[in-house]
């Protein structure tokens, strides 16, 4: 049986559209909150992943992004896509059973990234 568990972080960063005439092409800032999900199988101590190593392995990405501005860390544009599939990335680097990941831009929008 598969299962899947997840940690929410959060982050303040600043960013702007490369897309002439949108109203996000000025520099503007957002407090997000990214869940990591992990699956696989529950291991002898019952646990897919023990929260702390997930914490301990992502902390680093969420905090070279908190405080930023993310165009400068990010290539490309930094669309809530785009920043879900960077840390999506990243966070499976470092952990390697990452299964989603969700990019709360703000409250009621944000985007999924699922292998």
Not at 14 to 41: F, T, W
Not at 85 to 93: C, E, G, P, T
């Amino acid at each position: 049986m598969k299962t899947t568990v997840f940690k929410d972080f959060t982050f303040s960063a600043a960013h702007y559209l490369n897309i002439p005439d949108h109203q996000c092409s000025v520099m503007h800032g957002h407090n997000y909150k990214v869940r990591i999900e992990c699956s696989g199988q529950v291991n002898a101590l019952g646990m897919v992943i023990d929260f702390n190593e997930i914490k301990k392995r992502i902390n680093p990405i969420i905090n070279k992004l908190d405080h930023s501005v993310i165009n400068d860390i990010l290539v490309g544009t930094t669309t809530s896509e785009y920043i879900a599939s960077w840390i999506f990335k990243q966070a499976n680097d470092q952990l390697g059973n990452v299964s989603k990941v969700t990019v709360f831009e703000t409250d009621t929008c944000g985007a999924i990234v699922e292998r």
